[in-house]
């Protein structure tokens, strides 16, 4: 462990007095979760060293940048730009703190819908219920730090169809800020809903954003969770999702990174109930000096459920890009099927991408797969679209977005469906 | 229309033509036969601009400019089309879109407005029928999953639809079964125009019943070794090509896929 991971953890325990201190002030509490989390923080610290955790990925701008939890940044600077509106029930939380001028007004949210912020509501009984924090730094850090976020609760049977939006967008004022938002999402049996979670913005430095969100799938409920990350190149970005699928639920992750500096996207799963099924879909278009890298944690802790991964990466410029995903299959968790895809094209020489897919499968009686490929485009479609009057850029470019498509084109909002297709093609025309 | 002077092309260094000299005139249609590996499919490629192959001798005029001087794209923007032998597959990328983005190009190089979807479905209409393709087959990907015959009839549609001047058929009759080989000759037969010039790869006679041709070439080891009116084709179908004697024989290096 150097001294720079080793101080990283130690000024974040010379912060946390006052941060708990200035969180009183504010009237926002649960300061027992939080000294758990900042107990894990001390133990783990940010050391690569011997951590499968951070074996492919980079923690190292996390562990070096003195970054500052900054509670009192409420008001956001005039000015701030917003993704256009997608007729979504929109939460806006600026630099991790909820903006309600800002949001939807959810004084009447559809019926069996609570939903609002975290720090109001406050969660004494599930949060961190779901995070599993004893090996993971950065999950501890945010259940350290974090100071708002989403609450949402589905009561038994309720549906909702319009889509929950969560903006987050950091401005001018978070440079050098430890940005940690938190966000709960309790599904009760045979609900269903679209929660997309949006990264934007950044300052003109240095900042992380670190948020973590857990998810608790009730009974035969639905979630799709739509996660689009599209922040400046200043951010540093460590997030992850924790998943808890309780009998025959239904979940759906669908990432899309596409902006900052450094991406660190993880999401951790539970099959815990019998009959519970997931698809995980990503996309990584990266360029320039970008550092993409996603982790993927698939437990089938229950017989008859079904995982169906897929992640694509397209690496420009000198990106580099990690998919690092594994299923495991327990003992008892028969009848499971499980299906892991990682398709990468690197469009540049000096991309690179590392693919680790794994199963691990103590049970007898399942049907897995794993698969990764990592490539160039296909010079025969290059010369075949060329023929027919493509131009060179134009060819790549096409393939290049035909690839992507598969993991876009099933997008459940239209609206964000559209939105991300016109990202892609402008990201890829862009090049570099 | 196109003028094949002394052409010598390589592939990975090793020379598959070996001096070729051929006329086109505006309005003819040529057919090139000949064993696999004598040089058939390189000669497609090569008038397609395949940067795989090489031209180390020799030059190609197409409408009296050196064709060397243009880029793959430019080549088919000015009229040159190539049905391929084997189509690429294209997954995720719309075949109606594809077709679209296509004729836009050509369109847009002509200094025409590019056509809309509803546009384009209308021009494409009567083309889709004409090959007898399956509707459902404009929102699939690229070829991806088309069987055979599909492949060969949606090069046609390309041919119908990007209206070329010069089109090169790389034997698009092979694997066809009877009705699916009139129907591409149906598709061939609707460009036929004075201005207009076809080079027609082929295995067998067959196709040429159909389009009929007004020139027939035998291509063997990479040279032209007999030319002649339609009646070579039924010539060559009866005799095979050991008729053509010590000449051929020579010509025959035998193996390898041309």
């Not at chain 1, 550092?291 to 995982?307: E, F, L, W």
Request: net charge negative.
């Amino acid at each position: 462990m150097n001294t720079a991971t080793l101080n990283a953890a130690a000024r974040y325990a010379d912060l946390f007095p006052g941060y708990l201190e200035t969180l009183r002030s504010l009237g926002i509490n649960g300061a027992a979760l939080r000294e758990q989390g900042l107990a894990r923080v001390k133990v783990l610290g940010f050391s690569v060293a011997g951590r499968e955790e951070w074996k492919y990925g980079d923690i190292r701008p996390l562990a070096e940048g003195a970054f500052m939890p900054r509670p009192g940044l409420v008001k956001p600077l005039a000015g701030l730009a917003l993704p256009a509106e997608i007729g979504a029930l929109r939460l806006v939380f600026v630099n991790g703190r909820f903006q309600p001028d800002l949001s939807s007004p959810l004084v009447a949210p559809p019926a069996g819908l609570t939903i609002g912020s975290l720090a109001e509501a406050g969660d004494t009984k599930t949060l961190g219920t779901v995070a599993d924090i004893s090996d993971a730094a950065v999950t501890a850090l945010n259940t350290a730090f974090w100071h708002d976020g989403l609450k949402l609760e589905l009561a038994a049977g309720a549906r909702i169809a319009q889509p929950i939006e969560l903006v987050f967008v950091t401005d001018g004022q978070a440079e050098g800020a430890l940005v940690a938002p938190r966000n709960l999402i309790i599904a009760g049996p045979g609900s269903e809903a679209t929660v997309i979670e949006r990264y934007v913005g950044g300052p003109d430095g240095p900042v992380l954003v670190a948020p973590v969100t857990e998810v608790i799938c009730g009974e035969n409920a639905g979630i799709t969770h739509l996660k689009w990350f599209d922040e400046t190149e200043d951010v540093l970005h460590y997030g992850s999702s924790h998943v808890r699928q309780e009998s025959g639920s239904t979940y759906r992750s669908r990432e899309f990174l596409l902006g900052g500096g450094l991406l660190r996207r993880e999401v951790h799963l539970a099959l815990a109930g019998s009959g519970a099924t997931c698809e995980l879909t990503g996309l990584t278009l990266a360029a320039g000096g970008q550092k993409a890298d996603v982790r993927t944690r698939v437990n089938h802790d229950a017989p008859g459920c079904t995982t169906d991964e897929l992640y694509k990466g397209l690496f420009l410029g000198r990106s580099q890009g990690v998919f690092d995903g594994m299923i495991k299959v327990a003992r008892d968790s028969q009848q499971t099927q499980a299906f892991q895809t990682n398709r990468n094209l690197l469009l540049s020489e000096d991309a690179v991408s590392r693919s680790i897919p794994r199963l691990e499968i103590y049970a007898d009686d399942v049907k897995c797969s794993h698969g990764s490929t990592t490539g160039q485009l296909g010079e025969d479609q290059v010369f075949y679209l060329r023929s027919r009057g493509f131009d060179e850029a134009t060819a790549r470019n096409l393939l290049s977005y035909a690839f992507a498509g598969e993991v876009v084109e099933p997008v459940e909002v239209p609206a964000l469906r559209d939105e991300l297709i016109a990202a892609v093609r402008a990201k890829l025309d862009r090049g570099l | 229309m196109l003028t094949i002077r002394n052409l010598h092309a390589a592939v990975e260094g090793k020379e598959i033509l070996k001096g070729i000299d051929l006329e086109i005139k505006p309005g003819e249609v040529h057919a090139i036969m000949g064993p696999n590996g004598s040089g058939k499919s390189t000669l497609s490629q090569v008038l397609a601009g395949n940067g795989n192959f090489e031209v180390t001798e020799g030059e190609i005029l197409y409408k009296g400019s050196d064709l060397g001087e243009l880029a793959v794209e430019e080549r088919a923007r000015e009229g040159i089309f190539l049905a391929f032998q084997y189509p690429v597959e294209i997954p995720g990328f719309s075949n109606a879109e594809f077709l679209r983005a296509a004729v836009n190009a050509h369109r847009k190089h002509r200094g025409e407005s590019e056509l809309d979807a509803f546009d384009f479905a209308d021009f494409a209409k009567r083309k889709i029928e004409l090959l007898d393709l399956d509707p459902k087959l404009m929102t699939r990907s690229v070829n991806a999953g088309f069987s055979g015959g599909e492949k060969k009839r949606n090069e046609c549609l390309q041919m119908t639809l990007l209206e070329p001047t010069f089109a090169i058929l790389d034997e698009t009759d092979s694997g066809l079964d009877i009705d699916a080989l009139k129907i591409v000759a149906k598709g061939v037969n609707s460009l036929r125009a004075p201005d207009r010039s076809f080079l027609i790869i082929t295995h067998y006679q067959r196709l040429l019943e159909y389009v009929v041709p007004d020139y027939v070439h035998v291509l063997a080891a990479g040279r032209i070794v007999k030319s002649g009116g339609k009646e070579l084709a039924l010539e060559l179908e009866d005799k095979g090509y050991g008729w053509l004697g010590a000449e051929f024989a020579e010509a025959v290096p035998g193996g390898g896929e041309g």
